[in-house]
């Protein structure tokens, strides 16, 4: 754990303490966590290092649990390959501790693969980043388990308080609010959800339950309503940042 903490604060000093403990040192590996709606007990290890042995598609280097979350320092399988061998076995993992040992509610997450140990604490922060942003938009970050997947959410917490005041959000937002407020529509939800299918007119219209013709002219009211270009790909971005920096700061 000492390494996941910034303990050791040069890759000299990690190679020190890997020689003292006779331990090889991977070539690239991964920090995945896993977080339990319980804490972790013995029985629990148990079942975890079953799974960890015969999922064949991970090569764990260490484990270390504290209360209710697991970590672990791992490289792909050698029949696995990239970082779908990691996306794989929390699939698997936490859809067998719930089908087999009936534990649910298990959430897992990886940050970036690395071949300096020196940056084993960075790639511990992105996956437990991960996990709350998962906490925080559970709908929106659903299958999103990588880090890199993260995509615009990354960069939801760097931004100052001050920019996060409705004065400084893209006024198509407002417009289209009190144009619900007044009418009874909900113009705002079908802009963020079009945004969020990245623009695809048939799967919006599937996620809002709605024929294409009906989402076409929302679209229309709504570029008319808000003077919103949704041709214009950072605008659409700064509105689906400004919507999420909404929800963030009401959690």
């Known amino acids: 754990m000492e390494i996941l903490s910034g303990h050791y604060k040069s890759s000299k ?4 303490k890997f020689y003292e403990l006779n331990l090889k040192i991977p070539d690239r590996f991964t920090v995945l966590v896993f977080r339990f709606d319980q804490d972790i007990t013995r029985k629990i290890e148990e079942q975890i ?7 064949q598609k991970i090569t764990n280097h260490f484990l270390v649990i504290i209360d209710n979350e697991l970590i672990l320092i791992a490289s792909p399988h050698a029949s696995q390959s990239g970082d779908h061998a990691f996306e794989g076995f929390i ?3 936490t859809s067998e501790m719930a089908n087999r040992f009936s534990i649910s509610g298990v959430r897992g997450s990886l940050g970036t693969s690395y071949n300096d140990f020196g940056k084993a604490e960075m790639s511990y922060q992105e996956a437990v980043t991960v996990l709350k942003l998962k906490q925080d938009f559970p709908e929106e970050l659903e299958d999103v388990f990588h880090f890199r997947q993260l995509g615009a959410f990354r960069y939801l ?10 004065r400084h959000e893209h006024p198509a937002i407002a417009k289209l609010e009190a144009y619900d407020s007044l009418h009874k529509t909900n113009l705002l939800k079908t802009l963020e959800v079009f ?4 623009s695809n007119m048939n799967d919006a219209a599937k996620k809002l339950f709605v024929h294409t013709n009906t989402l076409h002219y929302r679209i229309k009211r709504i570029s008319e309503i808000g003077s919103v270009r ?9 509105i689906y940042l400004d919507l999420n920096m909404r929800k963030m700061d009401k959690k």
């Open 230 to 238: 949704l041709t214009n790909v950072h605008e659409k971005l700064g």
């Open 13 to 16: 000093d990690i190679q020190e």
């Open 157 to 166: 917490n760097l931004m100052p308080k001050e920019q996060r005041d409705k």
């Open 91 to 93: 699939s698997y993992f």
């Open 49 to 55: 290092s079953y799974l960890i042995t015969t999922s």
């Open 195 to 198: 945004i969020q299918q990245d």
